[in-house]
């Protein structure tokens, strides 16, 4: 057995469920930087908004020895959905091992770096945002593919952390068989997503999904609600959920560490319940797309959450942020108090 097929044995052995590794020049990332400018041009966002996409294309800028990436897919959807969170909280979110010391991911993944250091490899991996561009990776190296909505499928669905390293040595491994493509009349993704923005194959705009809308940096709203965040706290799963390639892979069995607490202060009750300096120490750590800078974003969040499902039964909750110390929490809870009148 060669090193490279040393590396997927010992990452099956750990847990995870599959390893791929390309070589730097057959993952074709200029290929990747064409499909980022075709979307550009598809979903301008104005100068600058592609360019952290374009830089994940140059993993050698960041380590110029490398000459490999060794992709490693982590499926999540056995982990069981905490009570409460389902179509609040994005599933990939909730089972994020990164930046989560506690979580068995976390721990496969610095296992795996140690073989690699153990076999003599130097490697790069950085969790956050990643060495490369993690779905275009584990798609070159014969892991799966990425569907319409954008998100990375192995045979098992799109429930799936990817995690990878660049590696200073020529590695490859054979593709495992490729899942089935979208059919070709199927179009389920698009026409669910609630704000529109995904308006066709692989065209998904930034500035409008309500993923991004969650957790974005920027104005919240400017005092509106917003009602194409729907139910959705913190991501949005929608365009997968719909997905025929996820159906009856919605519920694990596995219970990630310490979520259940976690969820339990992740309610729109509870956050309004909470102070900031609570918020950041109950939520911000797991959930670090809302920066310390913008925590209030969580009680815009909840008060969201709240008039777009017609939580009438906690308006005196919202009464009370009515003097909450962010001017953009008031305003809110303000025009939220009245929807909810309005029954
Ligand atoms: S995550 Fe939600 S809003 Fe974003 S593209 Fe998918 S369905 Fe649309
Ligand atoms: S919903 Fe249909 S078109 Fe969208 S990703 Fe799934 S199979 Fe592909």
Same mark, same amino acid.
């Given at each position: 057995?060669?090193?490279?097929?040393?590396?997927?044995?010992?990452?099956?052995?750990?847990?995870?469920?599959?390893?791929?590794?390309?070589?730097?020049?057959?993952?074709?990332?200029?290929?990747?930087?064409?499909?980022?400018?075709?979307?550009?041009?598809?979903?301008?966002?104005?100068?600058?908004?592609?360019?952290?996409?374009?830089?994940?294309?140059?993993?050698?800028?960041?380590?110029?020895?490398?000459?490999?990436?060794?992709?490693?897919?982590?499926?999540?959807?056995?982990?069981?959905?905490?009570?409460?969170?389902?179509?609040?909280?994005?599933?990939?979110?909730?089972?994020?091992?990164?930046?989560?010391?506690?979580?068995?991911?976390?721990?496969?993944?610095?296992?795996?770096?140690?073989?690699?250091?153990?076999?003599?490899?130097?490697?790069?991996?950085?969790?956050?945002?990643?060495?490369?561009?993690?779905?275009?990776?584990?798609?070159?190296?014969?892991?799966?593919?990425?569907?319409r909505n954008?998100?990375?499928?192995?045979?098992?669905?799109?429930?799936?952390?990817?995690?990878?390293?660049?590696?200073?040595?020529?590695?490859?491994?054979?593709?495992?068989?490729?899942?089935?493509?979208?059919?070709?009349?199927?179009g389920k993704c698009a026409e669910a997503c609630?704000?529109g923005?995904l308006s066709g194959p692989?065209v998904?705009?930034?500035? &409008?999904?309500?993923?991004?809308?969650?957790? !974005?940096?920027?104005?919240?709203?400017?005092? @509106? *609600?917003? +009602? /194409?965040?729907? $139910?959705?706290?913190?991501?949005?799963?929608?365009c997968?959920?719909?997905?025929?390639?996820?159906?009856?892979?919605?519920?694990?069995?596995?219970?990630?560490?310490?979520?259940?607490? &976690?969820?339990?202060?992740?309610?729109?009750? !509870?956050?309004?319940?909470?102070?900031?300096? @609570? *918020?950041? +120490? /109950?939520?911000? $750590?797991?959930?670090?797309?809302?920066?310390?800078?913008?925590?209030?974003?969580?009680?815009?969040?909840?008060?969201?959450?709240?008039?777009?499902?017609?939580?009438?039964?906690?308006?005196?909750?919202?009464?009370?942020?009515?003097?909450?110390?962010?001017?953009?929490?008031?305003?809110?809870?303000?025009?939220?108090?009245?929807?909810?009148?309005?029954?």
């Amino acid at each position: 057995m060669g090193i490279a097929e040393d590396i997927r044995a010992k990452a099956l052995e750990l847990g995870f469920e599959g390893l791929g590794a390309v070589r730097l020049a057959d993952a074709d990332l200029a290929g990747y930087v064409v499909r980022v400018e075709e979307r550009e041009r598809k979903a301008p966002l104005g100068t600058g908004a592609y360019d952290f996409m374009r830089g994940l294309a140059r993993p050698e800028r960041r380590f110029p020895e490398a000459r490999s990436l060794v992709v490693a897919v982590i499926d999540v959807s056995r982990y069981r959905i905490p009570e409460g969170t389902g179509g609040l909280i994005g599933r990939h979110y909730l089972f994020d091992s990164r930046r989560n010391p506690q979580s068995p991911d976390s721990r496969r993944i610095t296992a795996l770096t140690g073989f690699l250091g153990r076999l003599g490899l130097r490697c790069l991996h950085d969790e956050h945002p990643g060495i490369a561009p993690m779905r275009w990776a584990a798609w070159k190296a014969g892991l799966g593919l990425i569907r319409r909505n954008n998100f990375f499928y192995t045979g098992t669905g799109s429930w799936k952390q990817i995690t990878a390293w660049a590696a200073d040595r020529e590695l490859e491994l054979p593709g495992l068989q490729a899942p089935a493509p979208c059919p070709e009349d199927c179009g389920k993704c698009a026409e669910a997503c609630p704000s529109g923005s995904l308006s066709g194959p692989y065209v998904m705009n930034m500035a &409008t999904c309500v993923s991004k809308l969650t957790y !974005s940096p920027g104005p919240a709203g400017e005092g @509106e *609600i917003r +009602r /194409e965040t729907g $139910g959705w706290l913190y991501g949005c799963d929608v365009c997968q959920d719909v997905c025929p390639f996820n159906r009856g892979r919605r519920q694990g069995t596995e219970d990630f560490p310490g979520l259940a607490e &976690t969820a339990a202060k992740a309610s729109p009750e !509870s956050i309004l319940a909470m102070d900031l300096p @609570e *918020i950041k +120490r /109950e939520l911000a $750590g797991k959930f670090f797309y809302i920066g310390d800078e913008s925590l209030h974003r969580w009680k815009l969040n909840a008060l969201n959450v709240i008039a777009n499902t017609r939580r009438a039964d906690l308006s005196d909750l919202v009464r009370r942020s009515l003097s909450d110390p962010s001017p953009e929490v008031r305003l809110l809870a303000a025009k939220v108090l009245e929807r909810l009148s309005e029954g």
